[in-house]
């Protein structure tokens, strides 16, 4: 296996591997992070340090913590030239933040460092990689962003991008892939110690495919492969890939751009896709089985896992849709918040979510009530708040009397609440967000296809200040959104029209 290239870091260049475009952003992020109280924040969830958060980047196990990177724009809460802000974590639920890790500050890059993902080298130090945007102006006065693969080497603290930037860029796209939609590299280390990545592009035909890149040492690439293509499916460029082996299955993760709804399946705007199916080893070769939405809620996107030390894939997302980023109050000192960590697996060709194990370690004060009865309206001692991971178990009062609804609503007070409703006769469950509070007319609902017979349904909800995320059935499926509802509405009450019983478990959330 050949040796990672390192004759271009020379002892001593540490101090000015920091930018003068870096050095501002850490500066700026350390003196306006001070400015947000911890309960502006969510209480469990990661959020900008300061300004505006997308994508989760380079999330890694290096040197004994989680290492979560995110795009990033720290001087405003709207998306502008990105950096990669940094956190780590030994729990993946207690995060500190680092210094914001890379600035557009070369030529390759000046206008944004994009999404991208981080491996741990044998000699110790943390790779990184991700898409450099430079624009490029026509002559006719258009400009387009040239999209290049970039890397850069560091400590867990400090990275230096590599001399010999970009490592890939347009000369190793196949026939036909754009220059300008190429991005978001997502690596892995094989068994043999080689490396292999995976790149969304858009291919001639205007849709998204997946490209496959093969290394020996981490710095030298090669195009191997389209390994997997849209052709104008599920919506058109493909971003944000991950591919990994799970339960003997091969798993792409992806987000389209631009989908238009399937069923209760994808809906229109960005969304996610999960293909399953079977990967051949010796010829890289996969083939498609099944596909299905990764999020039925109403914010989630980019998606991006890690495999952790004891065996577990954990997936975590941005919580959050392109087309509602202007729900918020535009006046806000952070934008942006990641998802829940979530353990993956593959039961029956479809993919499981659960929140991380390590939740439980938060859970206190247990409030539990067995065989509830719920006809009309009804709140329950002890059940409220909006730090919350509540397991409902609902099912008929009597088993030959279909109830016709069961809802339940949380951030609740006399003027707002966000419901959760099930149809048993159409096995339908759908969020609801229009009373959270917010004053813009876009997407605030949404309805999902749900497994239950004879009306039983088997609900996780947890609540965080600004966030709700439901794990249905054992995490068949998940429904995340964010909510800017006021914290005063902690609410929790349940409705049915017929009569329904309940079992219900609920614990306050608080980080340690
Ligand atoms: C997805 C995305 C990526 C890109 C990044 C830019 O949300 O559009 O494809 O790398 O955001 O911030």
Redesign the pocket.
């Given at each position: 296996m050949g040796e990672p290239d390192s004759s271009w870091l020379k002892e001593g260049r540490k101090a000015d591997m920091i930018s003068q475009t870096l050095r501002e952003a850490r500066k700026y992020e350390e003196v306006f992070e001070k400015m947000i109280g911890e309960e502006e924040r969510p209480g469990f969830h990661l959020s900008a340090r300061t300004g505006w958060m997308?994508?989760p980047n380079g999330f890694s196990f290096y040197k004994g913590k989680y290492h979560l990177f995110y795009?990033y724009h720290p001087f405003d809460s709207h998306?502008g030239p990105?950096h990669w802000g940094h956190a780590a974590s030994s729990d993946l639920l207690n995060w500190e933040y680092l210094p914001a890790a890379l600035a557009p500050d070369e030529v390759y890059d000046r206008n944004?460092c994009?999404?991208g993902s981080a491996i741990p080298l044998p000699d110790g130090r943390h790779l990184l990689m991700y898409?450099g945007v430079a624009r490029e102006r026509l002559g006719n006065g258009a400009v387009n962003d040239i999209q290049t693969q970039c890397i850069a080497v560091g400590d867990g603290i400090d990275y230096e991008k590599y001399g010999k930037n970009p490592v890939i860029n347009s000369g190793n796209l196949p026939e036909g892939g754009s220059k300008y939609d190429f991005?978001?590299p997502k690596m892995w280390r094989k068994e043999d110690g080689s490396y292999c990545c995976v790149i969304?592009n858009r291919a001639a035909d205007g849709s998204g495919q997946i490209l496959l890149f093969t290394s020996q040492d981490g710095f030298a690439w090669k195009y191997e492969k389209v390994l997997i293509e849209n052709v104008s499916r599920y919506g058109k460029m493909w971003?944000?890939p991950d591919f990994f082996l799970l339960d003997g299955k091969g798993v792409l993760l992806t987000?389209p751009t631009d989908m238009l709804p399937v069923g209760f399946e994808y809906h229109n705007g960005n969304g996610t896709l999960c293909l399953i199916g079977d990967f051949d080893q010796e010829t890289d070769s996969f083939t498609e089985q099944n596909h299905q939405a990764i999020d039925y809620g109403i914010d989630f996107?980019?998606p991006q896992t890690v495999l952790t030390p004891d065996g577990r894939r954990v997936m975590i997302g941005?919580m959050q849709n392109?087309d509602t980023c202007n729900m918020r109050d535009q006046k806000v000192a952070w934008f942006g918040q990641m998802s829940l960590p979530r353990e993956l697996s593959i039961k029956d060709g479809r993919l499981i979510q659960k929140p991380v194990r390590e939740l439980e370690k938060l859970r206190q004060g247990e409030v539990a009530y067995r065989d509830v009865s719920i006809d009309g309206t009804a709140s329950l001692e002890g059940i409220q708040g909006r730090m919350v991971d509540m397991e409902l178990e609902i099912r008929p009062e009597r088993e030959e009397e279909a109830y016709h609804k069961f809802a339940v609503r949380f951030a609740q007070n006399g003027q707002y609440y966000t419901s959760l409703s099930f149809h048993p006769r159409d096995s339908i469950l759908k969020i609801d967000r229009k009373f959270s509070g917010s004053r813009r007319a876009i997407i605030h609902q949404r309805r999902s296809l749900v497994n239950s017979k004879n009306g039983k349904l088997k609900l996780r909800i947890i609540l965080d200040r600004f966030s709700v995320e439901v794990f249905v059935n054992d995490g068949e499926q998940a429904l995340s959104a964010i909510l800017y509802t006021d914290q005063a509405a902690d609410g929790i009450s349940f409705l049915s029209d017929g009569a329904v019983k309940m079992d219900i478990v609920k614990y306050g959330l608080l980080r340690g």
């Amino acid at each position: 296996m050949g040796e990672p290239d390192s004759s271009w870091l020379k002892e001593g260049r540490k101090a000015d591997m920091i930018s003068q475009t870096l050095r501002e952003a850490r500066k700026y992020e350390e003196v306006f992070e001070k400015m947000i109280g911890e309960e502006e924040r969510p209480g469990f969830h990661l959020s900008a340090r300061t300004g505006w958060m997308n994508d989760p980047n380079g999330f890694s196990f290096y040197k004994g913590k989680y290492h979560l990177f995110y795009q990033y724009h720290p001087f405003d809460s709207h998306w502008g030239p990105m950096h990669w802000g940094h956190a780590a974590s030994s729990d993946l639920l207690n995060w500190e933040y680092l210094p914001a890790a890379l600035a557009p500050d070369e030529v390759y890059d000046r206008n944004g460092c994009f999404s991208g993902s981080a491996i741990p080298l044998p000699d110790g130090r943390h790779l990184l990689m991700y898409t450099g945007v430079a624009r490029e102006r026509l002559g006719n006065g258009a400009v387009n962003d040239i999209q290049t693969q970039c890397i850069a080497v560091g400590d867990g603290i400090d990275y230096e991008k590599y001399g010999k930037n970009p490592v890939i860029n347009s000369g190793n796209l196949p026939e036909g892939g754009s220059k300008y939609d190429f991005r978001d590299p997502k690596m892995w280390r094989k068994e043999d110690g080689s490396y292999c990545c995976v790149i969304g592009n858009r291919a001639a035909d205007g849709s998204g495919q997946i490209l496959l890149f093969t290394s020996q040492d981490g710095f030298a690439w090669k195009y191997e492969k389209v390994l997997i293509e849209n052709v104008s499916r599920y919506g058109k460029m493909w971003e944000c890939p991950d591919f990994f082996l799970l339960d003997g299955k091969g798993v792409l993760l992806t987000s389209p751009t631009d989908m238009l709804p399937v069923g209760f399946e994808y809906h229109n705007g960005n969304g996610t896709l999960c293909l399953i199916g079977d990967f051949d080893q010796e010829t890289d070769s996969f083939t498609e089985q099944n596909h299905q939405a990764i999020d039925y809620g109403i914010d989630f996107y980019a998606p991006q896992t890690v495999l952790t030390p004891d065996g577990r894939r954990v997936m975590i997302g941005w919580m959050q849709n392109w087309d509602t980023c202007n729900m918020r109050d535009q006046k806000v000192a952070w934008f942006g918040q990641m998802s829940l960590p979530r353990e993956l697996s593959i039961k029956d060709g479809r993919l499981i979510q659960k929140p991380v194990r390590e939740l439980e370690k938060l859970r206190q004060g247990e409030v539990a009530y067995r065989d509830v009865s719920i006809d009309g309206t009804a709140s329950l001692e002890g059940i409220q708040g909006r730090m919350v991971d509540m397991e409902l178990e609902i099912r008929p009062e009597r088993e030959e009397e279909a109830y016709h609804k069961f809802a339940v609503r949380f951030a609740q007070n006399g003027q707002y609440y966000t419901s959760l409703s099930f149809h048993p006769r159409d096995s339908i469950l759908k969020i609801d967000r229009k009373f959270s509070g917010s004053r813009r007319a876009i997407i605030h609902q949404r309805r999902s296809l749900v497994n239950s017979k004879n009306g039983k349904l088997k609900l996780r909800i947890i609540l965080d200040r600004f966030s709700v995320e439901v794990f249905v059935n054992d995490g068949e499926q998940a429904l995340s959104a964010i909510l800017y509802t006021d914290q005063a509405a902690d609410g929790i009450s349940f409705l049915s029209d017929g009569a329904v019983k309940m079992d219900i478990v609920k614990y306050g959330l608080l980080r340690g």
